[in-house]
């Protein structure tokens, strides 16, 4: 399978060889971040909610990724799907998954189909049920306009940990 | 700039998700294990020039903070004491409600007289706080005393110890009379406000949060002076052979002992014992308990003659309360 052999071999590059690999798949420039919000009080004592560095968290807490793609090849990119996959230990925050311009949907089996919320369901013994966030595996989004040279989006969605 | 055509508005392949959770711990009631690295990576995909590429972002790995959180739970609301009772020992457990292992500091606190529901306050033995060793749920010989610093217990998350603290209960209480003891535990790791963070501090050098308990919590136990006193009355009553009450050779004595239990406690494993007078015989099965025959032998039920020694009549009554009701003991003796 292609992709897959693909997908290894990026992933040995790491986030910093990325520029460098404009030949294939550098075409985009791909970069995750996890943050979380903190309180910030600024010097006149006035506060304000940033997004932090998710250096520790405890259960309960939630968790804000942010996926960013840019191009950075000379060539416009289109069908540009992102696809994340929910860590286990997370439940996804409903109706938190936001990306412009994009079309998003979510699978409860491992990325195998997606689709809306509404639409999912689950096998709980000989029950179908309808799908919670605690359910959903993994979150697509679907870009739907091609991005040009230099253009970037985003993709984000929050997170709760167990 | 939209300088590419003909590009197929579907790509047709569906990148396998690479999720990569290392160190998943089971399910807590606490939460994910304190030290449990999550890591994510997105894949994209799309086309360009008519190629559909498939691109991973960076991974980025959180670490799990550890919760700093204690329950502490006394197991019985009220614990019956009598008054100047030594030794009277009340159960708690305290459980590392938290993510990650964690020490805890105990303490007592017997001052509870300024509530007035409060009669009394116990005396703190020495020491006091002991680990209920042999999971009696009582102080016992095995039972390991607890020295602060020294052998402060070390939970795991989810984990419990039961704790006991051992007081004595002044002299000269009246039934009824209440006295409270706390056992307070806190995480050696540091409390506070929730919120609160220790840098570095927690298993594996993880951040340690303090939780929703604060990383205290206190739980007081109750004792009430519970007073029972037993009363027995015994009476007797002749009968001789000629139809009479006259106590001669060959008439037979009757005894029927009353017992009486007052008060608010228990006396638990009542027994009562009267030996056969001299110079009489006890008449084979003439023993009842609340008009019910009760054998002769040491078997099942609750009497019997005990002819080990000077032949006595042996019931055992078992916990009584004054609830239980008055009891009757009756049996026979014939004069000799």
């Known amino acids: ?162 | 700039m939209a300088d590419v055509t003909a590009v197929p508005r579907r790509i047709g392949v569906l990148v396998a998700l690479v999720g990569a959770i290392s160190s998943a711990g089971p399910a807590q009631a606490a939460g994910t294990l304190a030290g449990t690295d999550i890591s994510n990576t997105a894949v994209v995909t799309f086309d360009v020039a008519g190629t559909t590429v498939t691109q991973d972002s960076n991974t980025v790995t959180l670490t799990v903070a550890e919760t700093l959180d204690v329950a502490v739970v006394v197991q019985s609301a009220q614990t019956a004491v009598d008054a100047g009772q030594s030794g009277a020992e009340l159960l708690y457990t305290v459980t590392n409600t938290g993510n990650g292992s964690e020490s805890f500091r105990l303490d007592f606190d017997n001052d509870f007289i300024a509530d007035p529901a409060v009669d009394f306050n116990p005396v703190a033995q020495t020491p006091a706080i002991y680990f209920d060793t042999d999971g009696s749920g009582d102080f016992s010989p095995g039972d390991t005393p607890y020295s602060a610093g020294v052998n402060d217990p070390v939970l795991a998350a989810d984990e419990s110890v039961a704790i006991l603290i051992v007081n004595d209960i002044p002299a000269g209480l009246n039934n009824g009379d209440i006295g409270r003891s706390a056992l307070l535990a806190t995480a050696t790791t540091g409390s506070g406000a929730p919120g609160t963070a220790f840098a570095g501090q927690g298993p594996g050098g993880v951040d340690a949060v303090v939780g929703v308990s604060g990383a205290t919590q206190s739980a007081t136990g109750e004792y009430v002076v519970s007073e029972v006193t037993l009363t027995a009355v015994k009476s007797a009553v002749v009968a001789d052979p000629f139809g009479g009450t006259q106590p001669v050779p060959g008439a037979t004595i009757t005894y029927t002992i009353v017992v009486d239990v007052v008060g608010t406690g228990t006396a638990a494993g009542a027994s009562i014992a009267d030996p056969i007078p001299a110079n009489t015989t006890y008449v084979a099965n003439s023993l009842q308990l609340n008009s019910g025959a009760l054998t002769d032998a040491v078997d099942g039920d609750a009497g019997e003659l005990d002819s080990s020694a000077a032949p006595t009549i042996v019931v055992r009554l078992g916990d009584v309360t004054q609830a239980s009701g008055t009891q009757t003991i009756q049996f026979t003796v014939q004069i000799q």
């Open chain 1, 1 to 162: 399978m292609k992709t897959a052999q693909t997908l290894f071999a990026i992933a040995t590059l790491g986030f910093a060889g990325l520029a460098a690999n404009a030949a294939d798949a550098g075409d985009l420039e791909v970069k995750t971040v996890v943050q979380k919000e903190a309180e910030v009080v600024a010097a006149d004592g006035s506060k304000s909610v940033e997004l932090v560095a998710a250096d520790a968290v405890v259960p309960g807490e939630e968790v804000i990724y942010t996926v960013t793609f840019t191009n950075v090849s000379d060539k416009a990119t289109d069908n540009i799907v992102i696809s994340n996959p929910i860590p286990s230990q997370l439940t996804y925050v409903y109706g938190s998954a936001f990306g412009p311009g994009t079309t998003i949907t979510f699978s409860v089996d491992g990325g195998q189909t997606f689709g809306s919320p509404e639409t999912l369901v689950v096998v709980d013994g000989d029950v179908e049920r309808a799908a919670t966030t605690e359910d959903f595996t993994n979150i697509r989004w679907e870009v739907q306009n091609p991005l040009n040279v230099g253009q970037r989006g985003f993709a984000r969605f929050r997170a709760r940990l167990n």
